[in-house]
C-alpha cells in the first residue's frame, strides 16, 4: 500500500486502515508532492459513521486532528468543520446532536 492508498484508508475509516497507519509509519519518504483531497461527501460519510454509532468521538477527533496536521491532506474545502471537530475544548464538546447539525449544514450547501 502506498502513501496516498494509506492517507485514502485513514480518511475513509477503510477496512485496512490499520494497516495503513503502519505503511506511513513505516513507509519510505516518497513524494509528498501529490496531495490527496477530502471532500464535503467524505466528511459526510464520517459524520454518519458517528451518528450511526460505528465510531466513537474519540475517533472522530483523532480523525479530525490527523487530517488536519498532515500536509499531505488538503481539506481546505471542509476546513471550518475540520477545525470545529479538532478542537472540542475550544469549539464546544462532540456530542450526537451537534454532529447531526453539522451533517444537515454539509447537505443544506
Not at 485513514?10 to 497507519?21: D, H, K, L, P, V
Request: glycine residues 4%.
Amino acid at each position: 500500500m502506498n502513501r496516498v492508498e494509506s492517507l485514502n484508508q485513514i480518511i475513509s475509516f477503510g477496512e485496512r486502515r490499520e494497516q495503513a497507519y503502519s505503511c506511513l509509519v513505516g513507509g519510505s519518504l516518497e513524494s509528498v508532492c501529490e496531495q490527496v483531497v477530502v471532500t464535503k461527501q467524505q466528511l459526510a460519510e464520517v459524520l454518519n459513521k458517528y451518528i450511526v454509532g460505528d465510531i466513537c468521538t474519540d475517533d472522530l477527533e483523532e480523525w479530525a486532528m490527523f487530517v488536519e496536521c498532515r500536509d499531505d491532506i488538503d481539506h481546505a474545502t471542509i476546513e471550518d468543520y475540520i477545525y470545529a471537530l479538532s478542537n472540542p475544548s475550544v469549539m464546544g464538546e462532540i456530542d450526537k446532536d451537534k454532529i447531526v447539525q453539522m451533517a444537515q449544514l454539509l447537505t443544506d450547501v
